[in-house]
């Protein structure tokens, strides 16, 4: 048997029910290590250990009962703002509260463990799952993930951040091999997981289909065991994305302690006989057996009476209304008493305020923005404008947009409902431009042609280019806001609330000047991370690459001055944290809220740096002439980089610039710092993205960059030998059955879920159903299409059509 020589040793783990783990059979160990059904980890009722049920998550519950199988089919639930909306707050106390209430309506359900957050860092704007994720910063994304950790986890509920880790796309992400070097690793990617374990002391942690670096997030030792474990201290429990296990013993001595959902004990069959022939330590179970027998007895009991589903609702509408970020403002905001406004945009009327996918929730109730004016007693004219999602003639659509123009001219103001429609994102598969509908486009500057105060209100689940931004009077971005996003937005634009949000993502002028257009979204089997470290506003600040709305911008309807910077040292040593104070004053006439932040940048030119970084903020509430002294501390990770060479975090000796700013690009005080810290050595790194228009890094920098030769891509595979790894889709060149399944499946998935094929919860089903490898057959049927089955289908696909449909009817029904 392999020695374990990792940071993490599993035999020196105590086991906190040793009593119990002793009584189990080896079987009953094994079958711990993998769900009871879709949604439930197993209990053993001999020993009084009950199941635990688990469910999604982020930012709602999706709870399915015994017989709602379909995405769209759940128990109600609030639908609180997702998180590309709720990173916009940058205020951990708003966020924990969200959480509070989450958990509550989590133990009314008798919910375990809340499968989110989803913390993934936002690598380039089109991945579509972006709305579920922070951030493209590491030092948000995690501090925003701790936040409703804690307040998920406060009333024993359990969180489950995700996907652990770089799943930053959708595109074959069951089988995509994220290729990532180690200090963008570390710096970017990892660092808000190591947030979520250390501030947020998550309770589980869900790993990620694809695989890094050539090996599957579901069965890396590194990932899981040496740094999860090892040297964050994780003391909770793994499982696996829903059908992300390849190889279960591999996994188990990973570190990946729970399979979902069942596989029908197949694959606990496999560690059983793995123990039996001395290649896995029994101990391995005993401890897994061990963590899921702790999350069962230490889970809260349901409460019976319920939750205020009303009071939820409003929390909901709080939340995003303090979450919106107003981007520009010539004056037409706040709306004022007695105006004549026109409501454009069949948005207004349907509000997208959710994601698809497994993200799915089924709201109690829906508000939209014409539902909350009428409620507020705001007077009104609405015109669609637009068409959304359906097909509509030319001759309809231009009427429609005409209609809108004429009466445009007669009001003062004309607030345009736009955003990105339910086709264009979902889980499942990346967005495939950053642009709105053309007809939004086109309806926006016709109507911010006859009238000066437009203002548009943009509801979508990430970055778009606005290509006329400079035309309208005013834009509020308000994200997938939840289901009262039409009452946040009117508290908004009547000023009830004064916008505090501020940009999580940067906005660039259009989708090419990402740093990661060249490599998104990869091969079909390798996904580059060839901007390394240089990620959102990272690059663009380093590049000098001008955006639309940098990272951290956002306006308020008062003013915010910022004086007297104060540095608690200005001589520092490695591992040292340094106090920033300065003065925030409330300069305007209206109460209101400042996110202030504080930017580290190294000059010390001893390794390669993005030109600034995030490493603090504070959102500070002031009244109208008000001003406090603001103390935002920075710990001695601010000042250190990872050292692929040294393996470990190192500071640099030399002077690092202290920013207090509005926003990335907005610095409003600043002042250096000396460090002092051993010689450290840094692994080399190209200066490609210096240059305001960066060529494609080469593979030799690439390469240099992985400190290994780079992945060789791999060939289609060949019929005849088209294995259990491979997808329909990487079958369908040369298989017409794999051609007429992929056409069959999208059919048969919209009808059955009673839905047009393009609807967004088809579509990520197809998708996914079509991208995966053919070994997930048996997860999504959860079992029922055994992997003797699955061996079938593939000997049909090999040519061995008869030979195969034997093989598939002769093992219906056995496990
Ligand atoms: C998603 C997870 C989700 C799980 C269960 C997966 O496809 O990636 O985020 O929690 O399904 O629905």
Redesign the pocket.
């Known amino acids: 048997m392999e020695k374990d020589t990792s940071k993490y040793d599993h035999a020196r783990i105590a086991l906190k029910h040793a009593d119990i783990v002793q009584k189990l059979t080896l079987e009953e160990k094994a079958s711990l290590c993998s769900g009871r059904d879709m949604w439930h980890f197993k209990g053993i009722e001999r020993l009084g250990i009950p199941e635990v049920m688990v469910t ?2 982020p930012h709602g519950l ?1 709870k399915q009962e015994e017989k709602q199988l379909l995405l769209n089919q759940s128990v109600k639930a609030t639908c609180f703002p997702t998180a590309v909306t709720t990173a916009c707050s940058w205020d951990e106390d708003l966020i924990e509260e969200l959480g509070k209430t989450l958990g509550e309506e989590a133990i009314c359900e008798g919910v375990r463990v809340v ?2 957050p ?1 913390l993934n860092i936002k690598r380039d704007p089109l991945c579509g799952r972006n709305f ?1 994720y922070f951030s493209e910063d590491p030092y948000l994304a995690g501090k925003a993930a701790a936040a409703l950790i804690r307040g998920i986890q406060a009333g024993g509920t359990g969180a489950c951040p ?2 652990f880790c770089c799943n930053n796309q959708e595109y074959y992400r069951m089988s995509i091999s994220a290729e990532v070097d180690e200090r963008a690793l570390r710096e970017i990617y990892l660092a808000p997981f190591e947030t979520a374990v250390k501030e947020g002391k998550a309770r589980t942690i ?1 790993c990620a ?1 694809n695989k890094l670096n050539g090996t599957y997030c579901s069965e890396n030792p590194l990932t899981l065991n040496e740094i999860l474990r090892g040297e964050w201290g994780f003391e909770g429990l793994t499982m696996t ?3 992300a296990t390849a190889d279960r013993v591999a996994g188990a001595k990973a570190g990946m302690d729970v399979e ?1 959902p069942s596989s029908g004990g197949m694959n606990d069959k496999k560690l059983v006989s793995a123990v039996k022939a001395g290649e896995l330590d029994e101990r391995v179970l005993d401890v897994i057996a061990d963590r899921v027998i702790d999350l069962a007895l230490t889970s809260p009991e349901r409460r019976e009476e319920g939750y205020d589903a009303e009071a939820h609702d409003k929390a909901a509408r709080k939340a995003a209304a303090n979450c919106a970020v107003l981007l520009k403002n010539a004056g037409a905001l706040p709306l004022s008493e007695g105006e004549k406004v026109l409501v454009v945009g069949e948005m207004a009327a349907k509000p997208r305020f959710q994601g698809a ?3 799915f929730i089924n709201a109690h109730k829906i508000t939209s923005l014409l539902d909350a004016l009428s409620q507020e007693g705001v007077t009104y004219a609405y015109e669609p404008g637009y068409p959304l999602e359906k097909r509509m003639s030319e001759k309809k659509r231009s009427k429609l947009l005409s209609q809108a123009e004429a009466q445009a001219a007669k009001y003062e103001k004309v607030i345009v409902m736009a955003g990105l429609p339910a086709s264009f994102e979902a ?1 499942g598969f990346d967005r495939s431009h950053m642009r709105l509908p053309k007809e939004q486009n086109e309806l926006i500057a016709r109507l911010a042609a006859v009238n000066k105060n437009v203002v548009v209100v943009l509801a979508g689940g990430g970055a778009m280019e606005l290509p006329w931004a400079d035309a309208v009077n005013a834009v509020l971005f308000i994200g997938l806001a939840g289901q009262n996003s039409g009452g946040a937005s009117v508290d908004v634009l009547t000023g009830k609330v004064n916008p505090s949000g501020k940009l999580a993502e940067s906005f660039p002028f259009k989708y090419e000047d990402c740093p990661s257009a060249h490599y998104f979204p990869g091969k079909r089997y390798l996904s580059e991370y060839r901007e390394s470290l240089f990620v959102g506003y990272r690059y663009y600040l380093s590049a000098g690459v001008k955006v639309r709305y940098p990272f951290g911008h956002g306006l308020s309807y008062t003013t915010f001055q910022y004086s007297d910077l104060l540095l608690s040292k200005k001589k520092l040593k490695e591992g040292e944290s340094v106090e920033v104070s300065f003065t925030l004053k409330n300069t305007g006439h209206r109460a209101g809220a400042e996110v202030a932040q504080v930017y580290v940048g190294d000059l010390t030119g001893e390794t390669a740096c993005p030109a600034l970084e995030l490493k603090g903020s504070k959102k500070v509430f002031l009244e109208a002439g008000e001003e406090k002294r603001v103390t935002v501390t920075l710990p001695p990770r601010a000042f250190m980089h990872w050292s692929s060479v040294e393996g470990d975090w190192a500071a640099c000796s030399g002077a690092y610039r202290i920013c207090v700013a509005a926003s990335c690009e907005d610095v409003r005080l600043s002042d250096e710092i000396e460090m002092s810290a051993p010689a450290h050595k840094f692994a080399p790194c190209s200066g490609w993205y210096l240059s305001p228009s960066p060529e494609p890094v080469t593979n030799e920098e690439f390469s240099d960059l992985l400190r290994r030769p780079l992945t060789p891509e791999k060939p289609l595979p060949q019929k005849g030998a088209f294995t259990v790894n491979d997808s329909f889709n990487d079958m369908a060149p040369q298989s017409g059955l794999a051609r007429f399944i992929i056409r069959f499946a999208r059919r048969a998935i919209a009808l059955s879920m009673h839905a047009p094929a393009d609807d967004p919860n088809c579509k990520m089903m197809h998708e ?1 159903m079509i991208t995966s490898p053919l070994r997930s057959l048996s997860f999504s049927s959860q079992g029922m299409f055994n992997e003797k089955m699955a061996d079938g289908l593939l000997l049909m696909l090999n040519g061995s059509f008869f030979k195969g449909l034997g093989k598939i009817i002769g093992n219906i029904g056995k496990k």
């Open positions: 999604d998550g999706r499968l989110g989803g579920e995700k996907h869900m289909y994305d829903w059908g979902m996918g497994s993200s889980e996914v």
